[in-house]
């Protein structure tokens, strides 16, 4: 009898309370959930780590899950079980997911049949947790809310990233003039490998100049903002005519002079994935499972951690001093 029982425990990160990264509790004797209707359950290979996590954690965001709870939406694996009326998937399929109903810091994870999709034998399993949030926000932002189109130029501010060289790389097959910044020589790099036509360096006291240079004091169509806090008033004057400031990241608040909007007649636009229609999920998952099998979708992966070191990579996704990649969990 210990013996089975054993075998329907797993481990997961657990949060008991909001607070700070060590909230984040690593225990071994968790219960393996079991699929429902239109459920699947997945043996966790990889799960991305989203600055997002982090907020949510801390209790400071719009959204509260009831305590307690496991954080991860972003998994790759390997379908374990499937519940009733699943016919999209089978034990043993390769997998990644956007969502997560019981949490993806864990060895196995609950999520919605149509909240998990095939992973291409193109793309390793951390590859795989690397596309959730990042592509699909980048994709809603540059179409879905910033009406991208081929020929216009994009600026992704804090291109290093997860999401930001997702959208690079987005808008270079799409047919965009791509520009980045990164704050380090390497994250530069990964930026130009990743369909940036051009990178600043934003540690740099006059990027913004070299940046209007560059356009020939034209501005960008499109500005895909990490860090809005600190940017978003800068950003107003890096517009083009008509020009939208796409909000995808923010940790705290800002002053900004409305009146810059107008000279441009300009906006600022929210991105929220968690709002995305039904209708737009499957249009961001069409077209990022076309750029895969088309090649030009390559998830770059930066740091990984096992799940004893969870609360590290909570400290690091916020405090590091430069990002250079997906930051990944490997169970």
Same mark, same amino acid.
């Given at each position: 009898?210990?013996? +089975?029982?054993?075998? &329907? ?15 984040? /509790? ?11 209707? &239109? ?19 801390? %209790? ?16 790759? %694996? ?12 089978? @034990? ?26 095939? !992973?291409?034998? @193109? ?16 994709? $809603? ?30 808008? $270079?097959?799409?047919? *965009? ?15 130009? /490998? ?8 934003? /540690? ?11 356009? @020939? ?14 940017? !978003? +008033?800068?950003? *107003? ?6 020009? /939208? ?13 409305? $009146? ?12 929220? *994935? ?19 099998? +088309? ?13 004893? @070191? ?11 001093? %430069? ?5 990944? !969990? !490997?169970?």
């Amino acid at each position: 009898m210990a013996m +089975a029982t054993t075998r &329907n425990v797993m481990r997961a990160v657990r949060v008991f309370e909001f607070g700070g990264p060590e909230v984040l /509790r690593l225990q071994s004797d968790v219960l393996i959930p079991v699929p429902k209707e &239109n459920q699947v359950l997945i043996k966790v290979h990889a799960c991305g780590v989203n600055p997002v996590e982090t907020y949510i954690r801390s %209790g400071n965001y719009a959204r509260k899950p009831a305590l307690p709870y496991t954080p991860g939406t972003d998994v790759s %694996g390997v379908i374990e079980s499937v519940g009733e009326h699943v016919t999209t998937f089978k @034990k043993g399929d390769k997998v990644f997911s956007i969502d997560t109903i019981s949490g993806g810091y864990a060895d196995y994870a609950l999520a919605a049949a149509n909240r998990v999709f095939p !992973l291409s034998d @193109k793309l390793a399993f951390k590859q795989g947790a690397a596309i959730g949030i990042p592509y699909f926000t980048a994709y $809603r932002a540059l179409f879905q809310k910033g009406h991208a189109k081929a020929g216009e130029s994009v600026l992704v501010h804090g291109a290093s990233g997860g999401v930001g060289i997702a959208a690079c790389q987005i808008a $270079r097959a799409c047919g *965009l003039k791509v520009l980045g910044t990164a704050g380090t020589e390497e994250g530069m790099n990964i930026v130009l /490998r990743n369909g940036a036509h051009q990178v600043f360096n934003h /540690r740099e006291a006059n990027y913004i100049d070299k940046i209007k240079e560059y356009t @020939k004091m034209q501005g960008v169509d499109i500005i895909i903002e990490m860090l809005s806090n600190i940017n !978003l +008033a800068t950003d *107003l004057h890096l517009l083009s005519y008509a020009g /939208r400031v796409m909000v995808v990241g923010c940790r705290g608040t800002i002053e900004i002079n409305p $009146r810059d909007t107008m000279s441009k007649e300009s906006s600022i636009i929210g991105v929220g *994935l968690f709002l995305a229609t039904e209708e737009e999920r499957h249009e961001c998952a069409t077209a990022l499972l076309d750029g895969i099998e +088309a090649g030009w979708l390559k998830p770059i992966v930066g740091s990984e951690y096992p799940l004893e @070191k969870v609360v590290k990579a909570h400290e690091d996704i916020i405090h590091s001093s %430069g990002a250079r990649g997906k930051m990944v !969990l !490997l169970p």
